[in-house]
């Protein structure tokens, strides 16, 4: 089976918007064995987009459409699939009362406009929305089947997990397993090079990697006769990864950073307190993101102003003017400071400069200074990071929790 | 004119690197008054790209292509262009000499696949690359034009611009000018209904929207004559939706909450601090991921636990007792402990339970608390939000945000 992706939107063929659905979804697709072959992305064209129906329908056996299921009148995706099929609208009695019954769990009037999500092509499934009142639906069409979601990414993707992804990987013959191993601190062709032999064309597990603002996943997909054997390839592929990779590697399917630092800060029983300049939040939100980290976390604090480093975190004043407010002396003393008041097992602290302007021709814009503190070491890293504002606080926040994983965390 | 814009790379149709390419073009494009109809992405494949090029020729004016020009096997472009032509590839000495040259200046020597970059369909005319190997072309095919350029976006983006721009925009009479006009607080639908005659297909300038993480952009794109009567056009449509949607518009043109917080706090040279217990330092991140928000915004404080609250925010034991911490009363408390502690003119707070897990009864997964205080007042909304963890912070987030924006900072 092979598969062409349809993303519908003028927003995203004027170039308002950037797709990513297409891309994440033949991730998703090649996760379970179907490749695609063809992306399409047209504006919100009855016509246009009933062509491209038909057209992608011959070419291939399996058709995935994104967007233009909406309650407005420029959605008209329904309307399409209908017309490249020579088939009506007909009234789905079961997607109406859920409709209804969204809106009144959520208090407010239905609009009339609602009602036309309950309309799919005659001969059509509908597919539930676990959230939203846009279902999905999959009809014949040719020699293929058409898979219709919304285009909104995350309503999109908890309906291929819960209502679209299951059926299809059953109608896949044989098993495919996947999984990754997630490394942080190395750029991907260091890694890829390690991996050579086992990235070779037709091996299998196929393995390949992402990189995705500096996490780099190395993925795994086998072909077996059956899941169990599956299994065992992949977890095989993973223990000669890692071997190879040592520390880089953090963890496994798709794990966060964020996620192994409160797993061994929660196995341990051990807590941890963050004080932040530079990435103003973004350390504790990525900490507190985690389901169950109030079990580890206890206190954050952003202090952007050197003012606020002393009164807040107990930064000596003179530290401060001797060193600079970004300097490692600083990010140690930040740490050392909430880690104490805080009472926590550990801490991490960050200062820097994310311009886009602040930086001097000593500390240029993407200086940070991270620090990690225990009760018995404080260890601190020196960045000199590339990228706009949002980068520099990303990778920031990345090489803090880093810090802590192999630093103080390691040595627990 | 109307364009089609044609993306070629195994590794964007497999998922494993997103197209941003498409969308850039798209947007240039319009720019310079040439609508988009549609992008196709294909992967290495001479066969599917040559029918793909014919059917986008059909289709449309102007095609334009970027990606498999470079020295290797796979890069299938120009053999797949010459054989939608019908046409053999022909040496062009003057690309020849310009690969000599470019390898002599880095001193490597140059390999013969390099060669093959100098060949372009007959009758195509040649286009500069300023900084690599790979030339592009331009070719006519049926009633188009196709314009072929590198894959690499910095790449691809200097040629468009030293290139290929110019004398596009010369050939094409009119202007397309966007703009939006950024809605947070009530649902599409809702807003959708105020605006439907706006929204009436064939309508110039065309209105229509996007919905995203709860914050409704209203889309508006006029063509014009020229680009003075196409910003006319959108500044009198945004003016008229401005008046109809009320307070619900927080800005335009893509603006974010955060920012237009941080800029009426800065404008009027105010401050903020932000107690944050169920949003975790998000409130504080999406503030300072604003450019030059250190102007206004003092410090935050994430306080997960009771005794941080007491202790960091000075919030009365006796309050979490009697009210709990998930309150409106502990809000407030947070919001006017932050604000008299930091010294600020403004404090945020949130308290509330995220989930999945957490919730009771009487307090459901999702029931937040928000506080917005000054000098004078506090005000506080308790919101009962729907979705999984990530959602219940983000919606918190946007709710403090406006609540700010809606009170205190309005009464300012």
């Not at 098993?175 to 032999?197: H, K, P, Q, Y």
Request: aromatic share 4%; net charge neutral; proline share 4%.
């Amino acid at each position: 089976m092979k598969a062409a992706v349809i993303s519908v939107g003028s927003e995203l063929v004027s170039g308002e918007l950037t797709d990513t659905n297409a891309a994440w979804l033949s991730r998703e697709l090649a996760g379970i064995g179907i490749p695609t072959l063809r992306h399409f992305c047209v504006g919100d064209d009855e016509e246009v987009l009933a062509e491209t129906l038909t057209r992608a329908a011959r070419a291939v056996e399996l058709v995935v459409v994104t967007g233009g299921i909406g309650p407005t009148p420029d959605d008209i995706t329904r309307r399409a699939a209908a017309r490249a099929a020579g088939v009506e609208l007909a009234l789905d009695r079961g997607a109406l009362a859920h409709i209804e019954e969204l809106f009144a769990s959520w208090g407010r009037e239905m609009s009339e406009n609602n009602r036309v999500q309950a309309f799919f092509p005659e001969g059509s499934e509908v597919i539930e929305n676990p959230r939203g009142t846009a279902a999905g639906f999959r009809m014949p069409l040719a020699r293929a089947q058409v898979i219709v979601m919304p285009g909104v990414p995350a309503e999109m993707k908890l309906m291929w997990a819960a209502n679209v992804r299951p059926r299809l990987a059953q109608s896949v013959s044989g098993a495919v397993v996947t999984g990754s191993v997630d490394c942080f601190g190395r750029g991907e062709s260091d890694i890829t090079r390690e991996l050579v032999d086992l990235m070779a064309p037709g091996r299998n597990p196929a393995v390949g990697d992402t990189a995705e603002d500096a996490i780099i996943r190395v993925r795994i997909r086998a072909a077996a006769r059956n899941p169990a054997e599956g299994r065992r390839m992949v977890e095989a592929d993973k223990a000669e990864i890692r071997r190879r990779l040592g520390d880089i590697v953090f963890g496994e399917d798709g794990q966060t950073l964020q996620g192994a630092v409160v797993e061994a800060l929660t196995a341990s029983g051990k807590t941890l307190a963050v004080a932040e300049s530079c990435t103003g939040g973004l350390i504790a939100a990525a900490v507190t993101d985690v389901p169950g980290a109030s079990a580890c976390f206890l206190e954050g604090i952003t202090a952007y102003s050197n003012e606020a480093k002393v009164r807040l975190l107990g930064v000596a004043p003179q530290l401060i003017e001797r060193h600079g407010a970004v300097s490692e002396e600083v990010a140690a003393a930040m740490a050392e400071g909430v880690r104490a008041r805080a009472g926590a097992d550990f801490a991490l602290s960050s200062t820097g400069i994310a311009g886009p302007s602040g930086g001097t021709p000593e500390k240029p814009v993407g200086t940070v200074y991270v620090a990690a503190a225990s009760a018995e070491t404080t260890v601190t890293r020196g960045l000199r990071l590339r990228g706009d504002r949002a980068t520099v606080r990303d990778r920031s926040v990345k090489h803090a929790l880093n810090l802590l994983r192999l630093g103080p965390l390691a040595r627990k």
